[in-house]
């Protein structure tokens, strides 16, 4: 008969161990290392998972009721950890007889012979399902929080801090694969202007308008469009050639113009226009991104100088 720490006549010989046991939330079992069988299973697990007791025959039994995503790892560390004679720990989804799952802890206990063999492994299982639950909704609170932190809160682009993350490691993209990358800083023309005509509230809005437009241009999943500050953005094309470049600032402009937005104190048209500068790259050295982008941001400040409402590109 398999060594069964919860043998029911010793626990007969105790009411109050056999009380203890068996009306804690744990489940206590056994199994009897050498048949690979339950020499014992708590009646709790019927209430926790729905099975009955005497359903718990072999260790294939707690193995067909895993999740098929947690069965061949938990299976194979608790397997080598037993072997080892090391206590461990398992977190695992268990099936429910109605199909359900519920997160299942077991915390392993091994018991060995004298001579070193394992003889038995004794442990408990707990109900750990609310405890994910709540794990569960602090990751999504936590995602929510990175997510915010960065995005910039009135228009939802990419923040400042996310375009420096992710221009950096576009940046080291490019020099491994040698690969061309763009950029193109974008500014509205006379916002100063607009705002002293249409107020924050406006201004606000029109910002809003103009980081939708270029989202709107930019569709492969790796472009980027950041708020670079104020009415500035930056957009990160990565993979993205001189000439691919410039396409992506024409669309933009004509996405603007389609816009229409009235613009009565622009020296340069009456409708909002944009002033882009466009730099492309393949890079060779880690530490000339801002040599980079200030070249972008000097195109920019060229196409400024030549009047406003165009691009300049190299």
Same mark, same amino acid.
């Given at each position: 008969?398999?060594?069964?720490?919860?043998?029911?006549?010793? $626990?007969?010989?105790?009411?109050?161990?056999?009380?203890?046991?068996?009306?804690?939330?744990?489940?206590?079992?056994?199994?009897?290392?050498?048949?690979?069988?339950?020499?014992?299973?708590?009646? *709790?697990?019927? @209430?926790?998972?729905?099975?009955? *007791?005497?359903?718990?025959?072999?260790? =294939?039994?707690?193995?067909?009721?895993?999740?098929?995503?947690?069965?061949?790892?938990?299976?194979? /560390?608790?397997?080598? =950890?037993?072997?080892?004679?090391?206590?461990?720990?398992?977190?695992?989804?268990? $099936?429910?007889?109605?199909?359900? /799952?519920?997160?299942?802890?077991?915390?392993?206990?091994?018991?060995?012979?004298?001579?070193?063999?394992?003889?038995?492994?004794?442990?408990?299982?707990?109900?750990?399902?609310?405890?994910?639950?709540?794990?569960?909704?602090?990751?999504?609170? =936590?995602?929510?929080?990175?997510?915010?932190?960065? @995005?910039?809160?009135?228009?939802?682009?990419?923040?400042?801090?996310?375009?420096?993350?992710?221009?950096?490691?576009?940046?080291?993209?490019?020099?491994?694969? =040698?690969?061309?990358?763009?950029?193109?800083?974008?500014?509205?023309?006379?916002? @100063?202007?607009?705002?002293?005509?249409?107020?924050?509230?406006?201004?606000?809005?029109?910002?809003?308008?103009?980081?939708?437009?270029?989202?709107?241009?930019?569709?492969?999943?790796?472009?980027?469009?950041?708020?670079?500050?104020?009415?500035?953005?930056?957009? +990160?094309?990565?993979?993205?050639?001189?000439?691919?470049?410039?396409?992506?600032?024409?669309?933009?402009?004509?996405?603007?113009?389609?816009?229409?937005?009235?613009?009565?104190?622009?020296? +340069?048209?009456?409708?909002?226009?944009?002033?882009?500068?466009?730099?492309?790259?393949?890079?060779?050295?880690? @530490?000339?991104?801002?040599?980079?982008?200030?070249?972008?941001?000097?195109?920019?400040?060229?196409?400024?100088?030549?009047?406003?409402?165009?691009?300049?590109?190299?």
């Amino acid at each position: 008969m398999p060594n069964n720490p919860f043998d029911e006549e010793k $626990l007969a010989n105790s009411m109050v161990y056999k009380t203890l046991i068996e009306s804690t939330l744990a489940i206590p079992w056994s199994i009897d290392w050498e048949s690979k069988t339950f020499s014992y299973i708590g009646p *709790q697990i019927e @209430k926790l998972l729905g099975w009955t *007791q005497d359903s718990w025959v072999s260790v =294939q039994d707690w193995v067909d009721r895993m999740h098929e995503e947690d069965r061949d790892s938990i299976f194979n /560390y608790c397997v080598s =950890q037993s072997i080892a004679g090391l206590d461990h720990e398992a977190d695992y989804r268990a $099936l429910k007889s109605n199909g359900e /799952y519920t997160w299942i802890r077991d915390v392993v206990h091994v018991v060995r012979k004298p001579n070193g063999e394992v003889e038995s492994l004794v442990g408990f299982m707990f109900d750990i399902s609310a405890r994910k639950r709540q794990e569960d909704r602090m990751k999504a609170m =936590q995602r929510k929080l990175e997510e915010y932190s960065y @995005k910039d809160g009135l228009t939802g682009v990419a923040n400042r801090r996310l375009f420096d993350d992710y221009y950096s490691r576009e940046w080291l993209h490019a020099i491994r694969e =040698q690969k061309p990358l763009s950029l193109i800083i974008a500014d509205i023309d006379y916002f @100063k202007q607009y705002n002293d005509v249409n107020g924050h509230v406006v201004g606000d809005a029109c910002i809003q308008q103009i980081a939708q437009l270029l989202e709107g241009c930019c569709v492969r999943p790796r472009d980027l469009v950041a708020r670079y500050g104020g009415e500035e953005f930056v957009l +990160v094309l990565p993979e993205t050639h001189l000439e691919n470049a410039i396409q992506v600032a024409e669309n933009i402009q004509r996405a603007v113009k389609a816009a229409a937005l009235p613009h009565k104190a622009s020296p +340069v048209s009456d409708a909002l226009t944009l002033s882009l500068g466009i730099k492309t790259i393949v890079p060779n050295s880690e @530490k000339g991104q801002m040599e980079f982008l200030s070249m972008a941001d000097a195109n920019l400040y060229k196409a400024k100088s030549l009047g406003r409402n165009r691009y300049v590109a190299d």
